[in-house]
T-cell receptor, first 115, second 114 residues
Framework: AQSVSQHNHHVILSEAASLELGCNYS??????LFWYVQYPGQHLQLLLK??????LVKGIKGFEAEFIKSKFSFNLRKPSVQWSDTAEYFC?????????????FGAGTRLFVKA | DADVTQTPRNRITKTGKRIMLECSQT?????MYWYRQDPGLGLRLIYY???????NKGEISDGYSVSRQAQAKFSLSLESAIPNQTALYFC?????????????FGPGTRLTVL
């Protein structure tokens, strides 16, 4: 069965620090990969996605993620975080070329950025 | 206007009560989902529907039922609520055969079962 593992449950950073959130998945076939963000009190929003092509994808608000197929990983990065990046981040995996039938979410990583 | 709406946004109820959470969407998507979010567990799929005549159980369907009244509406029912169903519930939609199942979420319903 598919599973998604996010390595850090809580991360605390100071503003301007660099961010990397780990995500590993278990599935041997074609995957579609997503990072969603949930700001305090809000619903989940798509941050970025990978379907095919360049394994380094760029999303909104300066975030990027790199798909490393050999490591089954899709880590999220941002060179310099801001206080407004305080949120919970979810990695998600969907199996199949055109979307399969369901998406599996990781447990989430809560990021707190100190001003 | 929001594309995916949920009602109510907050609900407090007692053990044994029947509760219905409603979801509506104006995105024209055919696929709809219900998730619950618990701290440290992320989002877990309760039920999903790929069209009006299609209902499928997710990983945690026990104690829940759903109804897809129309393409735009997908309701979640708790027949007899229990305290461990206290959680944040999200409805989501996606479009089949496009966008690789990118999902769009509603604002959530915070349910407390006393």
């Amino acid at each position: 069965a598919q599973s998604v593992s996010q390595h850090n449950h809580h991360v605390i950073l100071s503003e301007a620090a660099s961010l990397e959130l780990g995500c590993n998945y278990s599935y041997g076939g074609t995957v579609n990969l997503f990072w969603y963000v949930q700001y305090p009190g809000q619903h989940l929003q798509l941050l970025l996605k990978y379907f095919s092509g360049d394994p380094l994808v760029k999303g909104i608000k300066g975030f990027e993620a790199e798909f490393i197929k050999s490591k089954f990983s899709f880590n999220l990065r941002k060179p310099s975080v801001q206080w407004s990046d305080t949120a919970e981040y979810f990695c998600a995996v969907n199996a199949g070329g055109t979307g399969g039938f369901k998406t599996i979410f990781g447990a989430g990583t809560r990021l707190f950025v100190k001003a | 206007d929001a594309d995916v709406t949920q009602t109510p946004r907050n609900r407090i109820t007692k053990t044994g009560k029947r509760i219905m959470l409603e979801c509506s969407q104006t995105k024209g998507h055919d696929r709809m989902y219900w998730y619950r979010q618990d701290p440290g567990l992320g989002l877990r799929l309760i039920y999903y529907s790929f069209d009006v005549k299609d209902i499928n159980k997710g990983e945690i369907s026990d104690g829940y039922s759903v109804s897809r009244q129309a393409q735009a509406k997908f309701s979640l029912s708790l027949e007899s609520a229990i305290p461990n169903q206290t959680a944040l519930y999200f409805c989501a939609t996606s479009r089949s055969l496009a966008d690789y199942n990118e999902q769009f979420f509603g604002p959530g319903t915070r349910l407390t079962v006393l």
